[in-house]
């Protein structure tokens, strides 16, 4: 008794001096001394029911706060009480329930207020090129006269070439047809030459070239280049908020891509046509010089047969000449071919599927805000409660 005494006088004393009730005021209403309340109070005289009985009418709130701090606790000793949380989370169901509904209902709202965007994709196929394995045994053989004859094997990364400033540039200032049959640059789509809303207040008008750059960095977050190391496929997704505009854009990256690598092997193919052309003049000119110079030296010496020393420089400027006729024949090969590479111009990829105005929209997608409002609206008014628990 002695015990429950000085805990329950504790928590009248608590009481009273939170909610600044004086002693001489509580002891009247509890019809006792104002010494028998300090007694009370410090635990030294025990408290009879009739006492605690006009307390609690005077004073209803008071078993509430007496009894507050022995409710359970969710964390007790740095461990988690799933039982004591789940009970407490199901206690607020209907709170909850109601809430996850609300959060639901904002977010499929929300999402009808989002731009719309819509995703077009052309796939490209990396063709074969079987003419270089034909060029090789002449430029090999080319290569045992001591000619170095430039090779027509580049090798390009897609992925660079989609996502080069080149590309971006000259999307950005080409003329686009939307869905309503009107041309639109991306500046226009972006609103990107509407002035901001401040510049009314500052008076600042919208920089053509500042506009370009800004827009050049943006058509690149809305392409996406992916490539199948295995079997080479390529695809190139566009997504803008204009269906044919994605597709127009997504089928113009592939035929610029195709355009910069066949321009750049044709230039590759032209450059090897000049250098062949100006070795076969040089060494066409060394030709004719050295049957010149082996006829010069039958004239002159017509019994060079008889002399060993007429003899070997006779077969000096013989095989002088044959080796010329050699290269020059060799390099009129190669001329043909790189005549013929040069009018062939090989594609380097093709297209396996052309990009298709989309039909439907690609984001915003109103199941996925359906399912993270849901989730969310649950994580948050379940911590709600854990909280004001």
Known sequence: MPTSSYNLGQKIKRYRLINDIRQEDMAEKMQVSRATLINYEKGHTAINMDVLNRLKNHYPDFELESTKNHKPQIISENTIDFKVLFSVIYSKKNFIIMFTIFFMTAGIVSSFFMKKYYNAEISLYPAKNDLNQSLGQFQSLAANFGMNTPKNDQDFNI???????????????EEWINKNGNKIKLIELWRMNIPPWYGLLFNTQTDSTIAVEKAIKKFKNHINVTEDRLTGLIKISTTFQDPVVAANIANFIGSQVEYYIQKENSAQSTKEKLFISGRLKIVKNELENSEMDL???????????????????????????????????????QLELARIEEVKQSPILHVLDSAVPPIRKSSPNRLYFLIISFFGGIIISSLRVVFRY
């Open 295 to 333: 006829k010069d030296f039958k004239e002159r010496n017509r019994g060079y047969e008889n002399s060993p020393e007429l003899f070997m420089f006779f077969s000096q400027l013989l095989r002088e000449v044959e080796v010329k006729k050699e290269v020059y024949l060799t390099l009129q090969q």
């Open 159 to 173: 992925p660079d070439v989609v996502m080069s400033r080149l590309i971006a540039s000259k999307a950005v200032n």
